[in-house]
């Protein structure tokens, strides 16, 4: 069979682009194919000049086309599109409108959002992100992860994010680590410089972190919140009024009430809160017992008190232990659930479990109809 375009076109739509995760023939990004004998040449156009995929997708292109009948030598050529292929990428990305919106706040959209907030710092809210997310891909989820905790952002670090995010224009196409899209702050702000903001900033920030990222479909996407009830937790309200609450803390009976706080201003901005989540509760010894550090109780607080204060069940989703593989997990920047096989990873995997089976649809939502 003679080698033809529509043969080396073909296996062109095979190949993926890792960040847009769309055939690269989807995004027009191949601008020529030429066949002399066994010859091709591809012409591809990547998004930005310094593409840090520019590799992988010569390997990709390289290794699809190699595998054709009559194919004795693939080149590829790169190239940069221009700014009206830009533009139209950016349009079709975005479904055929040229403005940016929240897609999650449209109605219809079937994104499960969860923000991950606590009312004291350093509880854990940030590990519980990054392990969710990995743990809830494995259930074969699609999840993104945008960091919310502009000041304090620590989850590029976390989920192991090695590229930065690419720009097309005023579209950001979001890093992929672990399996997840990720997005924060920290890929930003110049290493080592403090980002200080105020409020109405912020609110810029996550509204462009919510409508100029390019996230795609996403099953559900975790925000991971600074603690306490300032600015951002408002922001994310007003965003995305369906987004629900995850609260985190401690077994601590001062962690306890402060949480609580946290919970109960979804009282006034209307939010579900779906459950908590208790946090290094207890460490286990050697010997199989329990060493409870940070004393005992206060998931148990916090759901029951929130339960009675919203007036529907707020469910302690689990009780995670102390655990170094977890706590090593996050500085080497790959979550413990990805390896599993640790009390820590167990427990986690369990809540995303639970979010997983109501991962998805418009369950609970008001459809916006009203009844004959
Ligand atoms: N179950 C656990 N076992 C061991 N270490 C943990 C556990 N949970 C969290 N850690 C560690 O505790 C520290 C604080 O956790 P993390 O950064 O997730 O908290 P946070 O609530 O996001 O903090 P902040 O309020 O500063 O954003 C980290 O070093 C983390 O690795
Ligand atoms: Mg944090």
New binding site residues.
């Given amino acids: 069979m003679p080698l033809t375009l529509d043969a080396v076109r073909a296996v062109l739509a095979e190949v993926i682009d890792p960040e847009i995760r769309r055939p690269i023939t989807d995004l027009d990004m191949v601008r020529s194919v030429d066949i002399e004998g066994g010859d091709v040449v591809v012409g591809i156009d990547l998004t930005t000049q310094g593409c840090p995929l520019r590799d992988v997708i010569t390997r990709d292109v390289t290794e699809k086309v190699s595998g054709l009948e009559g194919v004795s030598n693939v080149r590829v050529e790169m190239g940069v599109m221009n700014d009206e292929q830009k533009a139209a990428l950016r349009t079709k990305l975005r479904g055929g409108t040229p403005e940016p919106v929240i897609p999650f706040a449209q109605p219809g959209s079937l994104t499960r959002v969860y923000a991950i907030t606590?009312g004291k710092?350093?509880?854990?809210?940030?590990?519980v992100t990054a392990n969710l997310a990995v743990a809830l891909k494995n259930q074969g989820l699609k999840v993104g992860v945008l960091d919310a905790?502009i000041y304090?952002f620590?989850i590029p670090r976390m989920l192991g994010v090695e590229n930065p995010p690419t720009k097309l224009d005023d579209m950001i196409i979001p890093p992929v680590a672990d399996g997840v899209k990720v997005i924060s702050i920290g890929m930003f702000a110049a290493p080592g410089t403090p980002v200080i903001w105020r409020g109405p900033m912020l609110h810029r920030a996550m509204q462009q972190f919510l409508g100029d990222v390019f996230w795609g479909d996403l099953d559900v996407l975790l925000l991971d919140l600074?603690?306490g009830t300032g600015d951002i937790a408002i922001s994310v309200a007003q965003l995305l009024p369906n987004s629900e609450i995850i609260v985190?803390t401690t077994p601590q009976v001062a962690a306890a009430e402060v949480a609580q706080r946290a919970g109960i201003i979804s009282a006034q901005t209307r939010q579900h809160v779906v459950g908590v989540v208790e946090?290094?509760s207890y460490l286990e010894l050697p010997d199989g017992s329990r060493q409870e550090i940070f004393g005992t109780g206060g998931g148990e607080e916090v759901s029951h008190s929130l339960s009675v204060e919203l007036g529907y069940e707020v469910p302690l989703l689990a009780q995670?232990?102390?655990?170094?593989a977890?706590?090593e997990g996050?500085?080497k920047g790959r979550p413990v659930v990805a390896d599993g096989g640790t009390p820590?990873a167990e427990a986690l995997t369990k809540v995303a479990e639970a979010l997983a089976s109501r991962a998805r649809g418009l369950a609970g939502r008001p459809l916006g109809v009203t009844p004959k």
């Fill in positions: 606590s710092g350093g509880v854990g809210k940030s590990s905790d304090g620590s600074p603690p985190v946090n290094m995670i232990p102390i655990d170094i977890l706590r996050s500085d820590g």
